[in-house]
């Protein structure tokens, strides 16, 4: 009896389905990996797009800032102008105040008058101020 095999019906059977669950497992953990895998290239997408957008929203403020200093330059050489040529009846350049230039924005934007020789605006949440320094000066706004 030592060398006798028997061959039970479905004994072929249990087999393939020992090798089914191993290849359904081998299948299972492959899937999971690649999984994982995804979800890192996802977390590294993520990362680098939250520090481009950082970037570009500083870039936005800066040039929004810019933009406010071209245009309270551009409003204090109005002023300046209008003054200069005589079309202010009783104005001098010497009693150019800040309040002529604010006045002579033709779009206020934002832009407020604070304190003394200085413009104010919010800038996406950020506090931003411009000395103003007569007649004709304005310096760079700057965050506060």
Not at 72 to 89: F, H, K, M, Q, S
């Amino acid at each position: 009896m030592g060398g006798v095999i028997h061959n039970f019906p479905g004994d072929h059977m249990a087999n393939n389905n020992k090798s089914a669950c191993n290849s359904l497992k081998s299948e299972r953990a492959l899937s999971l990996i690649e999984l994982l895998i995804i979800l890192a290239v996802f977390a590294v997408f993520t990362v680098v797009a939250v520090a481009r957008y950082n970037s570009m929203a500083r870039q936005v403020d800066e040039a929004t800032v810019k933009a406010f200093t071209s245009i309270l330059r551009a409003a204090a050489t109005i002023t300046y102008a209008n003054v200069a040529l005589g079309n202010v009846p009783g104005s001098t350049i010497q009693n150019i105040t800040i309040k002529s230039v604010y006045d002579n924005l033709e779009d206020k934007g934002g832009i407020q008058l604070s304190g003394d020789n200085t413009f104010t605006a919010t800038i996406n949440g950020k506090n931003y101020r411009w000395h103003y320094k007569p007649p004709l000066t304005v310096e760079d706004g700057v965050a506060y």
